[in-house]
């Protein structure tokens, strides 16, 4: 059996859940034949956000699993290292394993999310960061958590280096499915902001 649907939530709130564990799939691992076609199939409406998701459908149309995993691969993988290192640690202090991930390590203690047994990278990986943000806007390890605790937790770990991060992987020089990526991850980065921002919750 699987649980009913939380109807609590908005279908915006579900619709940026979406969008954060679409972001984090994509980051996480090279995307697979089904997630390209998944990709393919959006489609996105007049706005900047919308428009990047239309590029980004229309590049996942015409790209091949192989071809994206080898881009995945030098972007984030590389001899010894990718084109970018996709931490906050590093984006934050210039070095793996800093202050950051600790701090991060301790909001998700004390909202009860732990790493996966299958995930051996540090924790404040950008795709780790997208997941969490799409678990506490649904609920996924407890209760949905409000507006206010959403935006400590975006303006903490997130808001600090991630619109950097995906700027950088827009511009890569191994960028290509990638690259609207990032202008996806930008786009979307400056709507949550702005969002939090208006919403007045502390």
Sequence with gaps: MTAAPDTTISDMDRA?????????????????????????????????????????AKLAKVTKPKAAESEF???FIGLGRGELLPFASY?????LNEKPLAALRQAMTAKGMQRSDTV????????????????????????????AAQKQFFNTHVAPWASHFFTDLEEAKNSVFYSPVGTVGKTFMSVEAEAFRMSGAE
């Excluded at 859940?17 to 679409?22: K, T």
């Excluded at 972001?23 to 697979?32: I, S």
């Excluded at 984006?91 to 070095?95: E, I, N, S, V």
């Design 73 to 75: 691969n030098k972007l």
């Design 91 to 95: 984006y934050l202090t210039g070095f």
């Design 16 to 56: 940026r859940a979406d969008l954060y564990n679409f972001l984090g799939a994509l980051l996480a691992n090279p995307p697979d034949e089904m997630l390209l076609t998944q990709t393919a199939g959006l489609s996105g409406d007049d706005t900047e956000l919308g428009q990047a998701i239309g590029t980004l």
């Design 120 to 147: 051996f990278e540090p924790e404040d990986s950008i795709a780790s960061l997208m997941e969490m943000m799409g678990a506490m806007i649904v609920g996924r390890f407890d209760r949905p958590a409000d507006v």
